[in-house]
């Protein structure tokens, strides 16, 4: 039975390793150390292509510092809006600037409304297609439900009537 | 004395390939990838308040579901066609994830669904309660949405 000769001998690149080792231990002990390239290519090439499937083009909301948003298993993707939070301690922020508190501004919206008009009426400046009504909603998934839908009452009057609620997607 | 005559000296099959710029490579690829990942894949739920004024453009074989909770475990699910309700179920259990098991059942067993089932569902309606959180409110959207009941408006305290 013969062997492959190439299971047997040593490629160039090994060669080349195991004589720079050699010429090592001839002299004094070097400070330099010895980097497996085949390894850390490999390890290149994994991270690249385990990062490049997940990468994602669509864009991106900014959470507001400790909303926890509720799991959804039915998600949509995320489209360009303004972005109106309601925090757990029950604070309302619009475009991550506070607006105030919630309570308050359902019993007198008018703070909202004028800064939701600005938006509408900045929209034509900064976008090129029509203002479509749409707009993204974070609350923290312990917020009362009816404190949302007040919320989102006074987004249907100001025609933001197109309400995406922000999730995590499972 | 096998190498046919006039192809010149065999060439090597074996070739060099530059590491230092497959590393560069790869490692500006890593970092880019590493800055640009987005580790929370956040969605939506699209919620459509305008359903009011689209009521005309709506077809009338179409049926209109009320999704009216009072209390985390207790629902009330009322069926209307121009706007005449005909059917009511009441779902009560211990649990919030209990009920929203049992609603996924119901709207299964009864065949609501989007256009093309048993009862098409042209407008689902829920009115949420102080006691119910939003979390709690998201989870049972998302049994109707994964029944392809996709027009969802939320019913506000005022009964916009």
């Known amino acids: ?170 | 004395m096998s190498r046919k005559l006039g192809l010149g000296p065999k060439r090597g099959l074996d070739f060099e390939l530059n590491l230092t710029s497959f590393i560069d490579l790869l490692s500006t690829c890593t970092c880019f990838l590493l800055i640009t990942a987005v580790w929370i894949q956040i969605g939506t739920v699209e919620i459509k308040q305008s359903h009011g004024t689209e009521a005309a453009s709506e077809p009338k074989d179409s049926v209109d579901l009320d999704l009216v909770f009072k209390s985390p475990s207790e629902l009330a699910l009322n069926l209307k066609k121009n706007g005449k309700q005909f059917k009511t179920y009441n779902l009560k259990t211990s649990t919030h994830a209990e009920l929203n098991e049992k609603l996924g059942q119901l709207v299964t067993s009864e065949g609501m669904g989007a256009e093309g089932s048993k009862l098409n569902i042209g407008v689902a309606t829920v009115t949420p309660r102080s006691t119910v959180n939003y979390g709690e409110l998201v989870s049972t959207l998302d049994i109707l949405r994964k029944n392809k009941i996709v027009n969802i408006g939320v019913l506000t305290a005022r009964g916009q």
């Open chain 1, 1 to 170: 039975m013969r062997l492959n000769q190439s299971l047997v001998t040593a490629n160039a690149f090994e060669k080349h390793l195991v004589n720079r080792r050699r010429k090592k231990n001839w002299g004094a002990r070097s400070t330099g150390f010895n980097l497996m390239l085949t390894s850390m290519v490999d390890m290149f090439s994994m991270l690249v292509v385990f990062l490049l499937q997940t990468f994602s083009s669509s864009p991106e909301i900014l959470v507001l510092k400790g909303v926890a948003l509720p799991d959804s298993i039915t998600p949509s993707i995320v489209r360009e809006a303004p972005v109106l939070s309601i925090a757990k301690d029950g604070y309302l922020y619009l475009d991550q600037k506070l607006v105030g508190k919630t309570t308050d501004i359902t019993k007198k919206p008018d703070e909202l409304l004028g800064r939701l008009n600005a938006i509408k009426k900045n929209w034509s400046t900064s976008h090129t297609n029509p203002f479509s009504g749409e707009i993204n909603l974070q609350a923290d998934k312990e917020v009362q439900s009816t404190t949302v839908s007040m919320v989102m009452g006074i987004l249907t009057t100001s025609q933001f009537q197109a309400i995406q609620l922000a999730v995590i997607g499972k």
